[in-house]
């Protein structure tokens, strides 16, 4: 049996692995590109609220490479993520009734909030300190809009 020429539905999140592998990679060698972590945080989002564990593990792929490209513990950013998804945005959303603030909090906490977390990680198993950049406010500025257009 074969399968039709229109039905491409199964390959299209592969292609943007793909896209996503290359697109890392490039990022660590031009600064300026913006790690999209703030992106994979509201997919990540999307997939745990929809109960879709097909993207859940494409998306855990891709921040496991995400890691892998910035010299992170393996599985921080996938237990971060949890972590705010589950424990601090409901108090969020529910402090705040304005979107745009929400999607601003999000965007600071995902960069910052990671960044804190990774230093509490090292820490507690005596590795080195994480180095900030000041990349990370063009960061957070870029994906609020790329963000805001999800």
Known sequence: MQ???????????F???ILFVL??????IYPFLPP?????????TK????????SLFLIVLCLVIFEANYGYIFLSSVIYFYILYKFIMPKIVQSFS??????????????????????????I????????NYYI???IIIEFFLVSLL
């Open 36 to 44: 999209l972590l703030a992106i994979l945080y509201v997919l990540f």
């Open 47 to 54: 997939a745990l609220d929809n109960d879709d564990t097909v």
């Open 98 to 123: 304005c979107f745009t603030c929400i999607r601003i909090i999000t965007v600071v906490l995902v960069y910052l909030g990671f960044f804190l977390f990774l230093t509490l990680l090292s820490n």
């Open 3 to 13: 399968r039709s020429i229109s039905h491409q539905k199964p390959i299209v999140p």
């Open 15 to 17: 292609l943007y692995i």
């Open 137 to 139: 406010v063009y960061y």
């Open 23 to 28: 697109y890392d990679s490039l990022g660590t």
């Open 125 to 132: 198993f005596l590795l080195p300190q994480p180095s900030i």
